[in-house]
């Protein structure tokens, strides 16, 4: 439902024209003149209608009328002899009164009433009120099938109260209809169960729930309450009983379905809507290719009419070929053709008084003419004069003083520049032009005596040029004929096609002969100063590349690409051209090869911003139908405001994108075609009453049963674009009221729905394109809708219509439905989850015996989004890895750890610490230590031997100069004692000193003072010896003991480094591992996706199972990238832990080694310090 129920479609018709007047009508088509004809405009100011006498009355949909103007006009500009003998009053007298109703169902094919009232001034008050009411009825499509029945003049053959018969039938074929839809389905839900009726309650959930847009903001676009309601009940319910009781029944709930209440649309996008004070370059602008050819591109007709024709329908941009005329009319003056390709020639001056008259008929914003210059100075400066005297103060002949022709400084916008005429034509250099323009205002004329230079692309360029007025070579306005002869087509065609091109009859394989030995003659560049000065804000410049055009950041210069030459850019340099886009104005025309008129799509440069993307109005081909359906909206003010990403500096865009851009929801749409409420064929707009209570009846259709299909197709970017899939099955023999009713055709991820369309089609069985329609997704209403169908050049129909069900919402990934439908209703979700409680608990289950578990649901998603896939594998640690001994058995040990991990099981364990016992019982280390204890021991048993023989030695020297005065006892027991001091390496006055003098000291006793000195000096001698001993023996302990700790830490540091490149080379065999096991985990992950949709039996199309495939493996790409890069960074922080603990672990090595030579070195002195004397004897 739209945002305003009070949307007013209907335009007020002035009283004069529904009373009607009589008027003298003259048909240029038929050559028919009727005097005193009765003619009227119905109320709703749909139809044009009138009486002669003793003739049927004659209806002219107003749909078809592009324009009302004053005078008779000509399509020929040529009037039968007996024209104004049929009518009475002078010339100047019957231009005055008469009135022009140009109609027609395409811009080509036009038709010219001529009404000539009695007065002057009845034509121009008729006139006037006319082109109010006169509107391409964007919204209105229902209702005048109505009018054009119930305002039949009486005195018609079918003079029947056709109106009432075509109201009861036609309602009640859309009951029959709709039993077979989901309509009656939904009608009978929502008045539970009853088909009488629905309340004002059940209505207001109704048009909540079915027919609103889930996305839309509750602020901005509030849900439906009671007044709204209503408002609904009182404008559609006719019976005033149900309305006093709440109540709309079937028939007006079908009158609200069929109404614009509820158009397809939001009226607000219809309406002129969007921001229009932004520079000029961030609009889409709708723009037409050789404004003046009605047909092919050789030999086609030129008409001033086609700028009329186009300006009216919205474009914005029209194209001017302009030439030397050389004979007739145009002699010596500025004409319009095609580049002398046997087109038809017109005077310039007169398509520039035609677009002063329509250019701003349909749109107030400003019109750019595209000059094509190849004329010479002298009629140069007759269009200079033309446009100047013409347009007037709506030709923009200088910048704005806001917005000065300088690098940096933004285009003005549509606002700031309604109602102006704006030239796109090369321009001088301006010194040049300024010197040269005040020479001609100076002296009426220029210095030059050279009237032309030569118009070869190749020849330099002429002093007082520039080169930014040169576009390149591939980017001339009409490089299909690009060439450097001379030699004139005309002379040429003749000589080879002969009689032939006289009645323009070539043959494709003639045309593509001419076509490529014709040679196209360059435009000049030798520029008047006074049409260069005229130029501002359009210079065409030679495009030398995206680097230049951002260094020289001149937003007023813009560039034209043929369709080849655009598409190689979008290939090679797609973001490159979007920025440029965001700066500058862009123009793309069709290539050379289209001699036929035909048309690219334009979908593919919209997307990459490019303003002007001209086409050829006169082919009504499926690119025209989304030009002009797209253009349709906004107002049909011709511009369209681009979207945010393609005009913000700071966003980087690619139009090639296939993933969700930033800021923008992706969003999900799925159609259902129901059923096509009538048909009637575009040739024949103006149905007489007889053929439509056929088509309406359905009595009268043997002639014409006719099999009919639907396609639906989606433009926008090239992962959105869907085009030929979706079509349903061709209902035969039923051009009336086929049902469809099919399967919804489902666009389930539509990355950025801002630049989307749907285009519906309706073909018969021979697939002629019967009504079509384009719908911008933003802006397209959900629900029951009935879409009105356009001809093939975007003309309103009135009675073809499409039944449709649309579905809108955001697009949620594979496996997360559930989750976001329970954060976008907590309630609903906790309420579904308390309900099953409850159910279990009537089945005598007991709360308790329920445990808390994690929702399936939740695991599928964990499992589809790869949240866990890595930690699935492994699990990560953040403590140090293990340092295993280098045994055989600690090698095999780690051999089953690294296997465990190409298993899947247990990683690389980073808490068990390889300590030095565990490196001490290596067998290197235990071999070393063995080595080392043997020699240790063999030392220590010469050291003894050693002290032993000296001992000896000592002992009897002593008792030598003893014998003589002691016991043998005593002395035997004095040699005891010093020896068993000495076997303990000690000193034999460390504990206790030998002392023969003492009192104790019986050795004393009975020997003299001198002896006594000689036994002391030996004593003391022996010390000595003894001391310097055990010293050096000492010392050489210690030297070895030195060596040998060195050997062994030096040999544990060696294990402990192995040990360490042992736990690397494991870290990375499980990494290699896990890497292994997880890529096969993703490759079966994506094979069983992969073959899931293909089996699956939801999709039945191969395309979009191959969409829903490409889809998936994206997701998995994602998915799978991301799980490989946390695999790497878990991995990454295990070595960064091993290699922190290694060196932690290496460092603590080489202090324990310090540690144990310190403690030698401890030791040793102690046992120096041990070593020597307490007293000296």
């Known amino acids: 439902m739209n945002k305003d129920l009070e949307f007013k479609w209907q335009v007020s018709v002035p009283d004069h024209l529904r009373r009607g007047l009589h008027f003298d009508r003259w048909d240029e ?115 005048n099938a109505f009018v054009e029945l119930e305002r039949q003049p009486k005195n018609s053959r079918k003079e029947v109260c056709i109106c009432t018969l075509f109201v009861l039938l036609f309602l009640e074929e859309q009951k029959n209809l709709s039993s077979s839809a989901l309509l009656i389905q939904d009608f009978a839900k929502a008045s539970a169960g009853s088909e009488e009726f629905i309340t004002v309650a059940q209505l207001i959930s109704f048009l909540n729930e079915k027919q609103r847009d889930p996305r839309l ?101 029209i194209e001017l070929d302009c030439w030397d005329g050389t004979s007739g009319v145009g002699k010596d003056e500025p004409i319009i053709t095609h580049g002398k390709a046997m087109c038809t020639d017109i005077l310039f001056k007169d398509v520039i008084a035609a677009i002063k008259e329509t250019a701003f008929v349909t749109s107030v914003y400003p019109v750019i003419l595209s000059f094509e210059n190849h004329c010479s100075k002298k009629n140069q400066l007759k269009m200079a004069a033309y446009c100047m005297k013409i347009f007037g103060d709506m030709l923009l002949s200088s910048p704005l003083s806001s917005h000065p022709l300088e690098p940096g400084v933004p285009l003005p916008s549509p606002n700031q520049l309604k109602g102006k005429i704006l030239i ?92 490529a030995q014709y040679h196209y003659i360059s435009a000049t560049t030798n520029i008047h100063p006074l049409l260069s000065s005229l130029v501002n804000y359009t210079q065409p410049v030679k495009f030398a590349g995206f680097d230049v055009a951002e260094q020289n950041n001149c937003h007023f210069h813009m560039s034209s690409f043929s369709e080849s030459t655009g598409l190689g850019y979008l290939k090679t340099s797609a973001i490159e051209l979007v920025n440029y886009n965001k700066r500058q104005i862009s123009r793309i025309y069709p290539k050379g090869g289209r001699v036929d008129s035909s048309n690219y799509l334009p979908q593919i440069f919209w ?15 499926l690119a025209m139908q989304l030009n002009q359906g797209k253009f349709e909206y906004n107002g049909t003010c011709g511009y369209l405001l681009k979207p945010d990403f393609l005009r913000r500096a700071d966003r980087m865009f690619d139009p090639f994108s296939e993933s969700p851009v930033d800021g923008v929801v992706a969003a999900y749409c799925s159609v259902r075609v129901c059923f096509r409420l009538l048909t009637r064929s575009m040739d024949d707009q103006a149905l007489t009453i007889t053929r439509l209570l056929q088509v309406i009846s359905g009595q009268f259709l043997s002639e014409k049963k006719i099999g009919t299909y639907v396609e639906v197709e989606m433009y926008g970017l090239p992962t959105d674009t869907i085009r030929k899939e979706f079509k349903t ?143 699935s594998i492994s699990e990560v640690k953040t403590t140090a890895c293990p340092a295993t001994p280098i045994s055989s058995s600690s090698t095999q040990t780690s051999g089953k750890a690294v296997k465990g991990t190409e298993m899947g099981l247990l990683p690389l364990k980073l808490d068990e610490h390889v300590t030095y016992e565990e490196l001490k019982l290596e067998k290197a280390y235990v071999k070393l230590t063995k080595k080392h204890l043997k020699e240790y021991e063999y030392i220590k048993r010469r050291h003894a031997k050693e ?93 070895i003991r030195k060596t040998q700790i060195e050997e062994e830490w030096t040999l544990l540091k060696k294990l402990l480094v192995q040990v360490h490149q042992q736990q690397r080379t494991a870290a990375k065999q499980q990494l290699e591992a896990e890497s292994k096991l997880l890529r096969q985990k993703q490759t079966k992950k994506s094979m069983d996706d992969s073959k899931a ?37 878990k991995h990454q922080r295990q070595e960064e832990l091993l290699a922190k603990f290694q060196a932690e672990q290496m460092e603590r090595l080489d202090k324990e080694a310090r540690h144990a030579s310190d403690l030698e070195d401890q030791m040793y002195m102690e046992a120096l310090l041990a070593s020597k004397p307490e007293t000296l004897v």
């Not at 030699?487 to 001419?514: H, N, P």
């Not at 997307?607 to 081909?621: H, K, R, Y």
């Not at 089996?1095 to 490989?1124: S, Y």
Request: glycine share 6%; hydrophobic share 35%; with cysteine.
């Open 29 to 143: 088509e038929t050559n028919t003149f009727e005097l005193r004809c009765f003619v009227q405009v119905d109320e709703y100011g749909f139809f044009l209608y009138w009486t002669a006498e003793g003739k049927e009355a004659q209806i002219l949909d107003l749909t078809q009328v592009s324009d009302v103007r004053s005078g008779c006009w000509l399509k020929d500009s040529k009037a039968p002899p007996d024209f104004e003998l049929r009518f009475t009053g002078s010339r100047e007298s019957l231009e005055s009164r008469a009135v022009t109703v140009v109609s027609g169902v395409d811009f080509v094919n036009l038709n010219f009433t001529c009404f000539i009232a009695e007065e002057a001034t009845i034509a121009q008050e008729w006139k006037i009120a006319m082109m109010k009411v006169l509107k391409n009825f964007r919204v209105a499509h229902l209702e």
């Open 217 to 317: 903001n509750e602020i901005l676009y509030p849900e439906c309450d009671k007044s709204k309601a209503m408002i609904v009940l009182r404008k559609y319910e006719q019976v005033e009983e149900h309305v006093n009781q709440e109540k709309l029944y079937y028939d007006g709930f079908l009158r609200f379905m069929m109404s614009e209440d509820n158009a397809p649309m939001l009226y607000d996008r219809i309406e002129l809507n969007q921001d229009m004070d932004q520079p000029l370059s961030d609009y889409l602008i709708n723009s037409s290719h050789n404004t003046y050819l009605t047909g092919r591109q050789f030999g086609g007709r030129s008409s001033v009419e086609m700028y009329r024709q186009v300006l009216l329908s919205g474009c914005r941009c």
């Open 424 to 515: 796109k034509s090369k321009r001088l250099n301006p010194d040049v032009e300024k010197q040269e323009l005040e020479q001609f205002l100076k002296k009426g004329q220029l210095d030059e005596d050279v009237e032309e230079v030569s118009e070869n692309p190749e020849v330099d360029e002429t002093p007082g040029t520039d080169s930014t007025t040169d576009v390149l070579n591939e980017n001339e306005a009409h490089p299909e004929l690009k060439g450097t002869e001379s030699v004139t087509f005309r002379s040429k065609l003749r000589s080879l096609a002969g009689a032939k091109i006289k009645e323009m009859a070539l043959s494709k394989e003639e045309e593509e002969r001419l076509l």
């Open 607 to 621: 997307n990459a911003g490019c303003q002007m993307v001209s086409l050829n109005f006169q082919t009504p081909d």
């Open 729 to 871: 099955k061709m209902v035969p023999s039923n051009g009336l009221n086929p049902v469809y009713n099919e399967e919804p055709f489902v666009f389930r991820k539509i990355v950025l729905p801002e630049l989307a369309v749907l285009r519906f089609a309706v073909y018969d069985e021979n697939s002629k394109l019967l009504g079509q329609r384009i719908l911008p997704l933003d802006g397209l209403q959900p629900g029951y809708r009935h879409i009105s169908l356009r001809s093939e050049i975007n003309f309103p129909l009135t009675l073809p219509t499409l039944f449709c069900h649309v579905v809108l919402k955001t697009y949620i990934p594979e496996g997360l439905g559930d989750i976001v439908e329970a954060l976008s209703d907590p309630k609903g979700y906790l309420s579904m989850i308390e309900k099953r409680q409850q159910q279990m608990e009537h089945m005598g289950i007991r709360r308790e015996d329920i445990d808390e578990v994690p929702s399936d649901r939740k695991l599928i998603t964990i499992k589809n989004s790869g949240g866990d896939s890595v930690d």
């Open 947 to 1039: 002290r032993l023989g000296m001992q000896r030695q000592q002992t009897l020297a002593f008792e030598k100069i003893t014998a003589k005065k002691q016991p043998l006892a005593f002395v035997r027991n004095q040699s005891k004692s010093l020896s068993q001091n000495r076997s303990e390496h000690r000193s034999v006055y460390q504990s206790k000193s030998l002392d023969v003098t003492g009192p104790n000291n019986r050795l004393h006793d009975g020997v003299g003072p001198s002896r006594m000195m000689h036994i002391r000096h030996a004593i003391a001698e022996q010390t000595r010896d003894w001391s310097e001993l055990t010293k050096r023996q000492l010392e050489a302990e210690h030297r």
């Open 1093 to 1129: 949709i293909q089996l699956g039996k939801t999709v039945k199309t191969k395309a979009e199972r191959d969409r829903r495939v490409k889809e998936v493996q994206e997701k998995n790409c994602k998915i799978f990238l991301e799980e490989r890069r946390r695999l790497a960074v």
